[in-house]
């Protein structure tokens, strides 16, 4: 017999294991993390950005999932630190284009996280996993968009 929603313990719910493997990804980023100065959202920006120079703030946005006012203090903070650089793109006034400095590409070589011991799995499953939560995160963005 399945147990009623309101009878559910909170280790059954599938939001509150993603939301604690979050927790636990943070603390094993932490160590590099701190050593770099840099947060997680600020790491996977570089991330983002070492895989795609040269882009719109809101073609960045997208990538990460983030809002532009989310976004817009994390590239401010990330220029400060010199890191990267942003400008007005010049065949789109209104676009603003995000570009990693010499010194945020000097930064890529010191900011190896691996993961791989610490998860516990093997590159295969590490893969089929990696793909399963992105096939999840899909199908919960489309239930949203489809009750806009």
Do not use: H
């Amino acid at each position: 017999m399945k147990s009623k929603p309101a009878d559910r313990k909170l280790s059954e719910f599938l939001c509150f294991a993603v939301y604690s493997a979050n927790l636990a990804f943070g603390k094993v980023y932490r160590p590099v993390l701190d050593e770099l100065g840099l947060t997680y959202t600020q790491y996977i920006t570089l991330v983002a950005l070492w895989e795609q120079d040269d882009i719109t703030v809101s073609s960045l946005g997208e990538k990460l999932f983030l809002e532009s006012n989310t976004l817009t203090p994390i590239l401010k903070k990330l220029e400060g630190m010199g890191y990267v650089e942003r400008a007005r793109d010049p065949a789109d006034e209104r676009q603003v284009r995000v570009r990693v400095t010499r010194s945020g590409e000097r930064l890529r070589e010191r900011a190896v996280v691996d993961l791989g011991d610490a998860c516990g799995l093997g590159a295969k499953d590490f893969a089929r996993l990696q793909k399963e939560v992105v096939a999840l995160r899909n199908s919960l963005l489309q239930a949203v968009d489809g009750e806009e």
